[in-house]
């Protein structure tokens, strides 16, 4: 059982952690230079 609740825990704090990083790209992309490039 604790196996499983680590494992739980740990797909959690990978689902936490690659969404914030999608995020943080998503606003950097915004903030870049790339958006005006795409746009034009």
């Known amino acids: 059982d604790s196996v499983g609740e680590g494992g739980r ?8 952690i690659s969404t914030c990083a999608l995020g943080l790209n998503m606003d950097f992309i915004e903030n870049s ?8």
């Open 9 to 16: 825990d740990e797909i959690e704090v990978w689902l936490f």
């Open 33 to 40: 230079e790339v958006k005006d490039a795409y746009r034009n």
